[in-house]
């Protein structure tokens, strides 16, 4: 697989690349994939409630969310793309010893992007969650088990991305920018534990 294009593959032929020996797609485009899942299923439970009388209260925030969701599933697929590519990128100077990576920019170029795509999808993640947790008091009742899958995918999605910056972050030279990355890792980790909370407590 020489560039991605994740969005336009079938399910079948996404989890037989997935599953070859090939560099892309790996565990962050899965990851990014598993986010469009938790938006389509978000939007789902609006697509439902949407136009009853017992929520119409409720009609134009459930609209907002539903934009939220429309615009995160699609932003989670380009996404899955970019992290396939940057990986790519990254997985073709591995051959450059190590002692001679430190000395090109273009490695650093690979390995910034490498942590700026996952770190982009946890960032999504978070948002994502930030938009569900306030769903269970405003939809039926009857969607809570989607709801909540949608919820544990999107947290899924943002554990799963934040392992893919964790595991490039040593590669990073500068000693400011990896202390930031680690001051990422531990907000969005966050973030995350409490909307998964806020969510299980309104359940």
């Given at each position: 697989m020489?560039?991605?294009?994740?969005?336009?593959?079938t399910v079948d032929e996404f989890v037989t690349a997935l599953a070859a020996k090939q560099p892309v797609p790996g565990?962050?485009?899965?990851?990014a994939c598993i986010?469009?899942?938790?938006?389509?299923?978000?939007?789902m439970v609006i697509?439902?409630?949407?136009?009853?009388?017992?929520?119409?209260?409720?009609?134009?925030?459930?609209?907002?969310?539903?934009m939220i969701f429309?615009?995160?599933?699609?932003?989670?697929?380009?996404?899955?793309?970019?992290?396939?590519?940057?990986?790519?990128?990254?997985?073709?100077?591995w051959k450059i010893p190590v002692d001679q990576r430190s000395s090109l920019p273009e490695w650093h170029a690979a390995v910034s992007e490498a942590i700026a795509a996952p770190s982009a999808i946890a960032d999504l993640s978070v948002a994502v969650l930030a938009?569900?947790?306030?769903?269970?008091?405003?939809?039926?009742?009857?969607?809570?088990?989607?709801l909540r899958i949608a919820q544990l995918f999107a947290h899924t999605a943002m554990e799963s991305a934040l392992l893919n910056v964790q595991v490039?972050?040593?590669?990073?030279?500068?000693?400011?920018?990896?202390?930031?990355?680690?001051?990422?890792?531990?907000?969005?980790?966050?973030?995350?534990?409490?909307f998964v909370s806020l969510s299980s407590t309104h359940s």
């Open positions: 020489t560039q991605a294009q994740i969005a336009k593959m565990g962050g485009a899965a990851a986010l469009a899942q938790a938006s389509a299923l978000g939007a697509a439902y409630t949407l136009g009853k009388p017992k929520f119409a209260q409720h009609q134009s925030r459930l609209e907002n969310l539903d429309t615009g995160a599933r699609i932003d989670a697929l380009d996404l899955a793309d970019r992290d396939a590519n940057a990986y790519l990128k990254l997985n073709s100077l938009a569900l947790a306030t769903m269970s008091k405003i939809t039926s009742a009857q969607l809570a088990s989607d490039n972050l040593p590669q990073v030279s500068d000693t400011a920018a990896r202390t930031a990355g680690e001051t990422f890792l531990t907000a969005r980790r966050s973030e995350g534990a409490r």
